[in-house]
């Protein structure tokens, strides 16, 4: 299994909801990531976590609340966002968050709408 | 701080052409790592190909060449007899030390959107 699986690939939710989106990978990768990317940008580091701890939090605000449970799993939970958060949110991982010598493999993203 | 320039914003080819997209970075790294990726509309980021800095062997792999020189810190990408398919944003990365030496991330460029016309 050579892929990153993010779910759901769309999502469109009100300012009052909380969701959370889903990424998965069975490579053994030890390093997971989230990027964010609005339309027409490069992709947006956010967080990264190094064996299951979080080891970079780009001063994202709070309401967005990454979790990993195990080295397979990474979630990104939301609540209260605003419309300006719409996005592409893309999930990456890598064999090590500080050798970067193979890239990352990322996940074919989830497509937020805030509204 | 690292930097990634695609100063090629838009680039539209009819189909057979052959098309490069031109890549500049600065990093006062001495051991770094570059990277092309591929964005179709579906919005995956697909990985192209690897190169660090260490090895300035041009690379080519079927229509797809690379031509790294280090010394005017370039890392272009030329797509022989375009295609359709090949109709994308194409990224330029450079792997970089977050702040606090505890990981390392991709600095992206711009983008290129390449638009192979039938």
């Known amino acids: 299994d050579t892929e990153v699986t993010q779910t759901p690939k769309h999502l469109v939710m009100g300012m009052t909801n909380k969701k959370s989106l889903k990424c998965e990978q069975h490579m053994g990768h030890r390093a997971m990531y989230w990027y964010k990317q609005k339309a027409k940008k490069p992709p947006e580091l956010m967080f990264v976590?190094?064996?299951?701890?979080?080891?970079i939090n780009e001063s994202v605000p709070s309401r967005f609340s990454p979790e990993c449970p195990n080295s397979s799993l990474l979630n990104l939970h939301l609540h209260a966002l605003q419309p300006e958060d719409s996005a592409l949110y893309l999930c990456?991982?890598?064999?090590?968050?500080?050798?970067?010598?193979?890239?990352?493999?990322f996940g074919s993203g989830t497509r937020l709408t805030v509204v | 701080a690292q930097k990634v320039t695609q100063a090629q914003t838009e680039i539209s080819v009819v189909e057979k052409e052959d098309v490069t997209l031109d890549c500049v970075y600065e990093?006062?790294?001495?051991?770094?790592?570059l990277f092309w990726y591929k964005q179709p509309p579906s919005g995956e980021l697909v990985f192209l190909i690897r190169r660090n800095s260490f090895d300035e062997q041009n690379e080519i792999s079927g229509r797809y060449s690379w031509n790294f020189q280090k010394s005017t810190s370039s890392f272009n990408f030329t797509i022989t007899a375009s295609q359709v398919v090949d109709s994308a944003v194409y990224f330029c990365?450079?792997?970089?030390?977050?702040?606090?030496?505890?990981?390392?991330?991709?600095?992206f460029g711009s983008g290129t959107q390449l638009t192979v016309l039938p």
């Open positions: 990456a991982s890598s064999q090590d968050s500080r050798q970067l010598n193979y890239g990352y493999t």
């Open positions: 990365a450079l792997s970089e030390v977050i702040s606090s030496g505890s990981a390392r991330q991709l600095t």
């Open positions: 990093t006062r790294d001495t051991t770094y790592y």
């Open positions: 976590y190094s064996y299951e701890k979080l080891s």
